[in-house]
């Protein structure tokens, strides 16, 4: 049976890390802005997955295990700083965070 | 499998792409939700099963559900019932409803007709995966859990509201 082309898998998690990339981009709310992130975190896991697939090695899979840790810390703390934004400037307008201070 | 991957594939940049496109923050996530899930089918066939699970309890369970809750949290206004009324109209499911449609046909398929086709390329076992980060991986395992009891705390002093505030200690 035929196998995937490391090359698709790959341009695969490409295709959806530059997705997320534009995401962050475009959009100005910030949960969005947190989703694209967590897209972008994804799209670096597949790709470790697809390379531990290549070498038939679990160290792919390591590191998506230590990626889906960060990410799980990273999306918490990010979305108690979503709720602190809200709370402060009664918006999810990133914008209108961009002054530094106190 | 192959048709798999590439079906799963198309799946997962179609509602990548709308997450970033729709408008509506619920309506994201349920894209968001589904491309996680065409992702896990790619992890699968890729021979990954334990990274496969991983993705649907951690990132389309737990990660979601805290988007979810936040969500409720910001949506408090008067509002909200007639939100729920929009919400509920058949084109804010219909998309992502249809994409994880085919995702099931996907998983009927490998599980019934084609006898249980092996994953393409090896298969990786959870069991090589477990003694890897029990084995040489033994200090990231540790600092995994100081990174998540460090944002424990983060998260709850970010998230509790000073003494001045309304609903405060």
């Given at each position: 049976?035929?196998?995937?082309?490391?090359?698709?898998?790959?341009?695969?998690?490409?295709?959806?890390?530059?997705?997320?990339?534009?995401?962050?981009?475009?959009?100005?709310?910030?949960?969005?802005?947190?989703?694209?992130?967590?897209?972008?975190?994804?799209?670096?896991?597949?790709?470790?997955?697809?390379?531990?697939?290549?070498?038939?090695?679990?160290?792919?899979?390591?590191?998506?295990?230590?990626?889906?840790?960060?990410?799980?810390?990273?999306?918490?703390?990010?979305?108690?700083?979503?709720?602190?934004?809200?709370?402060?400037?009664?918006?999810?307008?990133?914008?209108?965070?961009?002054?530094?201070?106190? | 499998?192959?048709?798999?991957?590439?079906?799963?594939?198309?799946?997962?940049?179609?509602?990548?792409?709308?997450?970033?496109?729709?408008r509506k923050a619920v309506?994201?996530?349920?894209?968001?939700?589904?491309?996680?899930?065409?992702?896990?089918?790619?992890?699968?066939?890729?021979?990954?099963?334990?990274?496969?699970?991983?993705?649907?309890?951690?990132?389309?369970?737990?990660?979601m559900v805290?988007?979810?809750?936040?969500?409720?949290?910001?949506?408090?206004?008067?509002?909200?019932?007639?939100?729920?009324?929009?919400?509920?109209?058949?084109?804010?499911?219909?998309?992502?409803?249809?994409?994880?449609?085919?995702?099931?046909?996907?998983?009927?398929?490998?599980?019934?007709?084609?006898?249980?086709?092996?994953?393409?390329?090896?298969?990786?076992?959870?069991?090589?995966?477990?003694?890897?980060?029990?084995?040489?991986?033994?200090?990231?395992?540790?600092?995994?859990?100081?990174?998540?009891?460090?944002?424990?705390?983060?998260?709850?002093?970010?998230?509790?509201?000073?003494?001045?505030?309304?609903?405060?200690?």
């Amino acid at each position: 049976m035929a196998t995937v082309p490391v090359e698709h898998a790959l341009m695969l998690a490409g295709i959806l890390f530059a997705l997320g990339v534009l995401g962050v981009m475009v959009r100005r709310n910030v949960v969005f802005t947190l989703m694209c992130i967590e897209i972008m975190l994804n799209a670096s896991g597949l790709a470790f997955v697809v390379a531990g697939w290549r070498w038939g090695q679990a160290d792919g899979q390591v590191m998506f295990f230590f990626i889906l840790t960060m990410a799980a810390s990273e999306v918490s703390v990010g979305l108690a700083l979503v709720l602190q934004l809200y709370r402060h400037f009664r918006t999810l307008d990133v914008d209108a965070a961009d002054k530094m201070r106190g | 499998m192959n048709t798999v991957f590439y079906m799963s594939a198309i799946i997962a940049v179609a509602s990548t792409a709308m997450v970033i496109m729709e408008r509506k923050a619920v309506h994201a996530l349920l894209y968001l939700i589904v491309s996680l899930l065409a992702v896990a089918v790619i992890f699968f066939v890729l021979g990954a099963p334990f990274m496969a699970a991983l993705e649907v309890l951690i990132y389309a369970g737990a990660i979601m559900v805290l988007f979810v809750f936040v969500m409720m949290l910001l949506n408090l206004g008067g509002a909200a019932a007639g939100q729920e009324r929009q919400w509920l109209h058949a084109r804010a499911w219909s998309g992502p409803g249809i994409l994880a449609a085919v995702l099931l046909a996907e998983v009927v398929y490998v599980l019934t007709c084609a006898g249980w086709p092996k994953p393409t390329g090896g298969v990786v076992e959870p069991r090589q995966v477990g003694a890897a980060l029990f084995g040489p991986y033994v200090l990231g395992v540790e600092l995994a859990s100081l990174v998540l009891l460090a944002a424990l705390l983060g998260a709850y002093h970010l998230g509790r509201r000073a003494a001045h505030e309304p609903g405060g200690p």
